[in-house]
């Protein structure tokens, strides 16, 4: 097998910033403290009306491809994580964006449901292709637009999310470097703790039904499940490769809420200047928090090639995983 490992990086967020304020002053029983309090964030970004999943996955995959130093036709497979697809039904938001690329080979694109997952199954998905030699360059984008999927007068669900994207580009790395580890679990028993009830073949739209898919959630049940199920799956993955935690550069956490973040830190004893935080500036956003996360911390110099690196997914099924990997960039 090849050594896999990310060789360029972007990310994508919309232009309008809504805060917390904002959201108050839209009606909603609740304040700027409560939030900050509850969760961590601050301000959140909401794409534009008519921008759909697959533009801002375009604008991060662009990022990712000048980052590598390659084209689209330089691509071999495209892989979008994202719940929020362009399309209800099809094609695939990952065709949409190989168009939109300008990718004239017609390379095989699909898109990943993990819900907040996503990227972490994308990643591992994608790593396979150029582990065996089936694929040498790989696009794997999470986008997701949670904001069109909010009930804006549940308080509790829609102060949460916010929109964005974050692409990574793989390929052969040399060896000793890039991907170690990438371990994916679900839980499908837990799938209604975070689901979206309405709109799919379970309960579909009709004349009788005219309701959309919203986002609906036991928030204090995804808190517990999310803190008791990563922690022992980041030491799992630690112990079985024999690194200690002073050994990682940085831990990027899939950014749901600040006290999951905390409360796993100190049970896993990883310290703040190891660990990625952008939940006050963008909320969750789903699939893409990884990514855009990671993306931040490079741009901020946070990361030598070498560097040992940890990414915790965890999210809607219930699933989560966890990816450890030597930075390759
Ligand atoms: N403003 C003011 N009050 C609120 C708000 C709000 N935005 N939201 C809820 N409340 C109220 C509730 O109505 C409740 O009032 P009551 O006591 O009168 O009934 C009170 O605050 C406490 O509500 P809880 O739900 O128990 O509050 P909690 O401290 O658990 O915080 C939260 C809620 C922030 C949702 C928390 O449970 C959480 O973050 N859970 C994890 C959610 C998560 O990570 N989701 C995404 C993971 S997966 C993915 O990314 C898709």
Redesign the pocket.
Known sequence: MKPVGVIGIGRYLPDHVMTNHDIQAMGL???DE??RE??GIEERRIAAVGQATSDLAYHASVQALESAGITADDLDLIIVATSTPDYFLFPSTACIVQHRLGCTRPIPAFDMSA??TGFNYALSAGAQYVASGAAKKVLVVAADLLSKFLDWTD??TC??FGDGAGAVVLGEVDPGLGIIASDLFSRGELAEI?YAKEGGSRNPISMDNPTRPLVS?E??A??KV?VNTVVPAVESVLAANQIAVSDVKLLVF?Q??LR?IDAACERLGFTPDQVVITLPKYG?T?ASSIPIALCEAVSEGRLSRGDLVVLVG???GFTWGVTLLRWSC
């Open positions: 029983d609740t304040s409560w939030i509850r969760t819900a907040c308080r509790s102060i949460l975070l959630m928030g204090r995804v808190f999310a899939h749901a809420n999951i969750n789903s965890f999210g809607a």
